[in-house]
């Protein structure tokens, strides 16, 4: 059984910074691509970033020069790195796992979510 658990969301300033991550437990060999979505009110989930194996990454055109993603693969931990945070970042994050190698396969798998507040 994977477990994806995500932490760092919370209550910030416009311009201010806020970490997110989220681990991967269980019996796991290897993770394909890792990534962050989001979620405002009365919107669609959408892509933020994406990050392969082979640390490709990919971004949301609203986040580029502001967010960074990166992974830790012995850790099963995804990052996300926000800065400059503006009120339109407000939403529900979640994380993404793609491609989860276990012992009886491979799949995805999408954590609970954590709220991202940006209001002054």
């Known amino acids: 059984q994977v477990q994806l658990v995500e932490s760092g969301g919370g209550l910030v300033q416009p311009g201010g910074s806020l970490r997110l991550s989220c681990a991967a437990s269980?019996?796991?060999?290897?993770?394909?691509?890792m990534g962050w979505y989001r979620q405002a009110p009365g919107k669609q989930r959408e892509l933020v970033a994406t990050?392969?194996?082979?640390?490709?990454?990919n971004y949301a055109d609203s986040v580029k020069g502001r967010f960074t993603i990166s992974r830790d693969n012995a850790k099963n931990t995804v990052y996300l790195q926000m800065n400059s945070l503006k009120p339109e970042d407000t939403a529900v994050y979640y994380c993404?796992?793609?491609?989860?190698?276990?012992?009886?396969?491979?799949?995805?798998?999408w954590g609970r979510g954590t709220q991202v507040t940006v209001s002054s």
């Open positions: 993404k796992m793609q491609g989860v190698r276990i012992t009886l396969g491979r799949n995805n798998y």
């Open positions: 269980g019996s796991i060999f290897s993770i394909d691509v």
């Open positions: 990050v392969t194996s082979g640390d490709s990454t």
